[in-house]
DNA sequence: TTGAAAGCGATACCAG
DNA sequence: CTGGTATCGCTTTCAA
């Protein structure tokens, strides 16, 4: 308790002026020897006693002082609202992240939770990142893409179902999974035609486009489309199952793989043969939905290569004003098991 | 092409200065005014003026400049490697995101793949937080840890399956899940066990003290444990599942629910009963398992709230040294369904 | 009530 | 080859 109780809460954290004081030369050449800076010889010796004082001092550079006196930061800032799920995500997600860092990017995720999203885009500039890549969670606005760049972001990207005005908008068209189950279930004469929409918070900005893809599939094919909102939870899908003959269905698509999984079982649980009497389909292929029987339909979803991503960036940050938006970043192809 | 090549490019950052310029007032008033510093009095046609002029130029304080004169940051630093899985992750991911962000703290995530411990510690430092909470996947050191420390790091919070000295760490302790589910087994009266070990790199900080707790728990009930590697795909489980009579087993412990519905599936599939000739356990609690038949059994895991992580780490920042760490915030229960 | 100025830490120019 | 020194943007005394 007497010990140290406040030394080191008081040590000050070691700058290069300790390590220059330490190691006898001037703070210059510690920043000379620490940077490898090419345009300067420094002699071994020193550069040796430099080394050995910011080890000893455990010198760490100050991020912020260097970027203040540079102008400009490495960060991209990669905002996340909630925590997204799903293998597909997480894979991109690692890829971008490891390809950025490849680039020599500082990845950082900015918590957002709770943000409308201008106060979000102010709270992401006052970092001064280089490059902002969206991942659809939080809504970007054209106005906070303007306050961004004109806190110096060289690169603003979306990657959602939305253009953002200002912004490269990489538009992965969610309406495209919906369409592409639809229209797997209209092929195999199915037509009428129930979409799951989650009733959880936050996944609207993919449901509805999905809905909507859904909707323009049916029209082209004569078939009906019904909207049906579901919790993901047991309760909510046995009081669907149970009202199911009622709505007059033949087939559901059910959002994704999860929700398709629930329905199934909750379907079968009340009496309804799948496929013979409904088809299911979900959407992300996971691996689970091949461990029931029937074997579930799925959509599978092509997503953007992190690393193609990651390439963007660094040219948009090279030379912003370069490239303009691009589509179709997204594929989706159903997959035919037993389910449908 | 001729339009405005490089002028949006070359357009400074707009900066307190400018404000001030444009609203006819000296920095220090701006700083005043948008920081709404109490211990001055602005007069109200002033702060007008001021905000206004911010307004008009889209000025966003730089955070670098803020913090370095501060001497401090209000940030803290969620390493993160892997974009962790599982519902249990994300919702406790979620609330503690929330909860800090309640408390006034910036919540960053720094996206450490591919950096081993000691690099990452010093990535870490370089942008001073004053926190860092590491949810175990990048291995901290006691070096990393006083790295952290001496850049001025208020609170090192580690919650993994090991303590880390010089860290508050908060021990989940892993081996409990383990151990639950092997006592469960046992008690079912299973004696020949085998704990499934994904094969998938980044998850040893859990298998494996999981597997030791089911060792701890087989030995005091007089059981035998067998470790199964196994990837997650289909073969794998599939050829497991084929050897399955040869390894003389009554009971798997299956890491997760995840991998737990792959091998039961497999399993089933192979002609096996369960569980009448095998007992099958995971752990996770997901919705997924029970849609299975027979219904999987499973650990429930309780995991500390985030809320009051947030609240820690608060604690720890406003008087470092006054909390030693602590231990059990992890709880597990088995949840025995149908597979066991 | 407002303004001038010092200083946070790192870097890069220019002199020595 | 090495050392002063001005500078980045912001906050905060201290004076006016």
Redesign the pocket.
């Known amino acids: 308790m007497s010990q140290t109780p406040k030394q080191s809460a008081e040590r000050?954290?070691?700058?290069?002026?300790?390590?220059?004081r330490l190691a006898?030369?001037?703070?210059?050449?510690?920043?000379?020897?620490?940077?490898n800076?090419s345009?300067?010889?420094?002699?071994?010796?020193?550069?040796r006693r430099v080394r050995e004082a910011a080890e000893e001092l455990g010198?760490?550079?100050?991020?912020?002082?260097?970027s203040?006196?540079?102008?400009h930061t490495r960060m991209v800032l990669l905002p996340s609202a909630h925590v997204p799920v799903g293998p597909l995500y997480n894979r991109f997600f690692n890829e971008l992240q490891r390809a950025l860092r490849r680039l020599d990017y500082t990845v950082v995720q900015h918590g957002s939770l709770g943000l409308d999203g201008d106060d979000a885009a102010r709270a992401w500039a006052e970092l001064r990142p280089v490059a902002v890549v969206s991942l659809g969670e939080v809504a970007l606005t054209p106005y906070g893409v303007d306050v961004l760049k004109r806190s110096g972001a060289k690169a603003v990207i979306t990657l959602g179902p939305r253009r953002v005005q200002g912004a490269h908008s990489l538009v992965m068209d969610q309406s495209e999974i919906g369409s592409c189950a639809v229209t797997h279930l209209v092929g195999r004469g199915r037509r009428a035609i129930g979409v799951v929409m989650p009733r959880e918070p936050g996944l609207e900005l993919f449901s509805d486009p999905r809905l909507e893809g859904a909707r323009r599939a049916a029209a082209a094919g004569g078939a009906r489309i019904e909207p049906l909102p579901l919790l993901y939870d047991e309760e909510s899908a046995a009081e669907l199952a149970a009202r199911w003959r009622g709505l007059g269905l033949d087939a559901v698509y059910a959002y994704n793989d999860e929700y398709a999984m629930l329905l199934m079982r909750a379907l079968q649980d009340a009496g309804i043969q799948v496929p013979g009497e409904t088809a299911v389909v979900g959407a992300d292929n996971l691996l689970l939905g091949r461990l029931l029987r029937p074997r579930l339909s799925t959509v599978r979803i092509d997503m953007v290569s992190g690393q193609r991503l990651a390439e963007l960036v660094d040219r948009v940050v090279r030379d912003p004003g370069a490239e303009r938006e691009r589509h179709g970043l997204m594929g989706a192809r159903a997959l035919h098991r037993e389910s449908s």
């Open positions: 000050p954290v070691p700058t290069s002026a300790d390590v220059a006898g030369v001037s703070r210059a050449t510690v920043s000379y020897v620490l940077n800076t345009a300067v010889r420094i002699s071994e010796p020193t550069r010198y760490v550079p100050h991020a912020a002082a260097r203040l006196r540079a102008g």
